[in-house]
């Protein structure tokens, strides 16, 4: 809206500063001339706005906004986001020590390179699967007869509002001026597994994809809890609580 008012204020400014015709035969010849000047000058001003509103408007869209992905869900439930892409929520066994880390969101029409037809002992991506692991509470992420043993969808969002976007653990709300793309659950792998994970925050409302027949080379993802360790300041943490986390964009 600034930058529409200092536009028209230079249309203004230029239409004062164009010169007096010198000589005019007669009056209206006169006024003729002034009318067509200052129609051309008021033209060229509206030009140069539109041509700046589109360009402020194509810069915004290729430029600004930060991704981020919502585990378990198939599509963004913020307003404020859109999807890229929607697919499954994949990583590697939990039985291997030198397994990757971190979850993928595996699309869902794959394309192949160059590959060869045998099976081998290579790194691998498989889908993940929730274990509800002693817990058990109806309608929650928690919920054993919903969730355990599924596997789960996931959705790679883009912010259209805001450039930044951040994964608060332990928070249902986002702190000071940043918005909420969603809340969910801290998961992650089991400690006595062999292979290392990462947190990750999984939708509250976690869509569920397959039923697994067993763990086999499966990441398998348990909620995290709180551990009142002798360090983390508890209240207000609580012990063996399990952690909320919400998604925040700006
Ligand atoms: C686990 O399930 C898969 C797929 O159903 C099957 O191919 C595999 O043999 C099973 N593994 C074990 C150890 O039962």
Redesign the pocket.
């Known amino acids: 809206m600034t930058m529409i008012s200092v536009r028209v204020f230079v249309v203004f400014m230029l239409m004062l500063e164009q010169p007096k015709p010198a000589v005019c035969k007669t009056n209206s010849a006169c006024t003729d001339k002034m009318d067509s000047m200052m129609f051309q000058v008021i033209w060229a001003g509206l030009k140069s706005l539109k041509l700046e509103t589109n360009n402020q408007n194509n810069g915004e869209k290729s430029a600004g906004g930060s991704n981020y992905i919502q585990w378990g869900r198939s599509t963004c439930t913020s307003r404020n986001s859109e999807l890229i892409y929607g697919g499954y929520t994949g990583g590697s066994s939990h039985t291997r020590e030198g397994s990757a880390v971190t979850h993928l969101c595996l699309p869902k029409e794959p394309q192949w390179g160059v590959y060869d037809a045998k099976v081998n002992n290579n790194p691998f991506v498989g889908a993940a699967v929730f274990n509800v692991y002693d817990i058990n509470i109806k309608n929650s992420l928690f919920d054993k007869s919903k969730y355990d043993m599924y596997s789960f969808p996931c959705a790679v969002c883009h912010t259209k509002i805001g450039s930044s976007t951040l994964m608060i653990p332990g928070r249902k709300d986002c702190i000071g001026d940043w918005n909420k793309e969603y809340t969910g659950y801290l998961m992650s792998g089991w400690p006595d597994h062999k292979s290392a994970t990462e947190y990750i925050c999984v939708d509250a409302d976690s869509e569920r994809l397959k039923k697994?027949?067993?763990?086999?080379?499966k990441s398998i993802l348990y909620a995290v809890a709180a551990k009142c360790n002798g360090v983390l300041p508890c209240p207000p943490y609580v012990d063996g609580r399990e952690m909320t986390c919400v998604v925040c964009s700006k």
């Open positions: 697994a027949s067993n763990w086999t080379d």
